[in-house]
């Protein structure tokens, strides 16, 4: 017993053995944590931030540029590299407009609950493809083709269905055309984010020479 212990040691119980030292610990680390969470909060939204210089989610307006897809030889993975001018829809938009557009966009996959099917940065389900980079997915042929191939797909999945062989349908959502534009402007964004390779293994759509008017 400890009490016995300390009797049998004429100079007490060691330093380190106490309960007092070890209720300071407690209290001490404890409080220290609570800090270092708070300035990693802090320091996270300054990194998710859309627009943030030193983020890796670029601003809404990142929806006027071509985007392309690269793999960085220094970080080894694939990274998003913006582009010069190519607005969505032929429709170059302000920060506050693709902003609003992006944001109807999001509502809508959130409303529509697209993740009981598909995944977006990370949330989700694999019952269909990992839409976070679908902007970029070879299925669209190519980049001319893409915008018009979306709008028909998203409007009415099942007549345009292309499954890939899994037999997978995906349902009609009943989407207005401005919802269309909106989810196409969300995709279009989040294909824009860096989000360290992910989803891995992903092949990306025949994107010519990605060097004219680079901003990277
Ligand atoms: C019931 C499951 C289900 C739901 C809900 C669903 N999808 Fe899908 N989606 C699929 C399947 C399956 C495919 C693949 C079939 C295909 O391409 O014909 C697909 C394919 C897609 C693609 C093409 C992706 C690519 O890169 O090939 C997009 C974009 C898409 N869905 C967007 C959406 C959006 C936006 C919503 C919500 C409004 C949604 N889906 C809701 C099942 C679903």
Redesign the pocket.
């Known amino acids: 017993m400890a009490e016995a212990n300390q009797d049998e040691d004429p100079r007490g119980p060691e330093w380190w053995a106490s309960e007092d030292f070890w209720r300071k610990c407690a209290i001490f680390v404890t409080a220290g944590m609570a800090f270092v969470l708070v300035v990693l909060t802090y320091h996270t939204h300054t990194v998710i931030l859309a627009g943030a210089e030193a983020g890796r989610v670029p601003a809404y307006s990142v929806i006027n540029h071509r985007i392309g897809y690269a793999f960085d030889d220094d970080r080894n993975m694939m990274v998003p590299v913006i582009g010069p001018l190519a607005p969505l829809f032929g429709e170059e938009l302000t920060e506050d407009e693709a902003r609003a557009l992006v944001d109807h966009g999001k509502l809508?996959?959130q409303g529509?609950?697209?993740m009981?099917?598909?995944t977006l940065l990370g949330n989700g389900a694999y019952?269909?493809?990992d839409?976070t980079k679908?902007w970029l997915?070879p299925?669209?042929g190519n980049e001319e083709a893409r915008e018009l191939l979306?709008t028909l797909?998203?409007k009415d999945?099942v007549a345009?269905?292309?499954?890939?062989g899994?037999n997978?349908?995906?349902?009609n959502?009943e989407?207005s055309d401005e919802e269309v534009r909106a989810?196409i402007a969300y995709?279009k964004w989040m294909s824009a984010i860096d989000t360290n390779g992910f989803p891995s293994g992903f092949t990306v759509l025949p994107q010519g020479s990605l060097s004219t008017g680079s901003e990277s």
């Open positions: 809508t996959v529509r609950n697209c009981n099917c598909h019952y269909a493809p839409l679908a997915d299925g669209w979306m797909f998203l999945p345009n269905a292309r499954t890939y899994t997978r349908r995906m349902p959502q989407l989810v995709l």
